[in-house]
């Protein structure tokens, strides 16, 4: 299985920042990875798809790069909204994986 | 609109059987893959299945093989997961999601809760 990993696990920080997340994949998987947003108790959504394709409707504070292993989501100017989790995941190769999250909060 | 809405969750003993349910309604149901994710208490998200349009390739985790059968009726554009020999590792809140193409995942229910325990 491919294995996604995820840094930070959890960040802080203030309004107006701008934040990164990285996902690293124990293989080659070109771009097939996407982002999604979790905000508590809620049902994930959809950001970013082929590493770096911004969903309809998704604000453009958000976007995402990379291939190959490692992969970088980023909030250009973070908002009181964003708060949430955040997870990368891989769908080159079944069982499709994903990153362990990476918890956002205001600081 | 597009709308996927779960059903069929609740507390089974380590053992038991379960089926849960996924209508889905809003887009043609069977252009599309479709899947079961899953997310135990606290956790992060796990892919369980996924089912091709026609029904003909079925997908599964290691763990649940042979214990789990997804499984959807395009007629009545629903999703099911029948699952049987059900574990405590199994409490999770699972989730219905379309593929907009195998393994990206555009629209989810908002999930059922599914708790093994005695």
């Known amino acids: 299985d491919i294995q996604m990993t995820q840094s930070p696990s959890s960040l802080s920080a203030s309004v107006g920042d701008r934040v990164t997340i990285t996902c690293q994949a124990s293989q080659d998987i070109s771009n097939y990875l996407n982002w999604y947003q979790q905000k508590p108790g809620k049902a994930p959504k959809l950001l970013i798809y082929d590493a770096s394709n911004l969903e309809t409707g998704v604000p453009s504070r958000f976007s995402g790069s990379g291939s190959g292993t490692d992969f970088t989501f980023t909030i250009s100017s973070l908002q009181p909204e964003d708060i949430a989790t955040y997870y990368c995941q891989q769908y080159d190769n079944l069982p499709f994986t994903f990153g362990q999250g990476t918890k956002l909060e205001i600081k | 609109e597009v709308q996927l809405v779960e059903s069929g969750g609740g507390l089974v003993q380590p053992g038991g059987s379960l089926r849960l349910s996924c209508a889905a309604s809003g887009f043609t ?11 135990a208490p606290g956790k992060g998200l796990e892919w369980v299945a996924n089912i091709k349009q026609d029904g ?10 042979g ?5 959807r009726d395009n007629a009545k554009n629903s999703l099911y997961l029948q699952m049987n020999s059900l574990r405590a590792e199994d409490t999770a809140v699972y989730y219905c999601a379309r593929d907009r193409y195998s393994g990206c995942y555009d629209y989810w229910g908002q999930g059922t809760l599914v708790t093994v325990s005695s």
């Not at chain 2, 149901?29 to 997310?39: D, E, N, P, T």
């Not at chain 2, 214990?67 to 499984?71: C, D, G, L, Q, V």
Request: a positive charge; proline letters at 0%; hydrophobic letters at 35%.
């Open chain 2, 29 to 39: 149901f069977s252009s599309y893959w479709m899947s079961w994710v899953r997310q």
């Open chain 2, 56 to 65: 003909s390739e079925k997908y599964y985790v290691d763990s649940v093989k």
């Open chain 2, 67 to 71: 214990r789990f059968t997804i499984s």
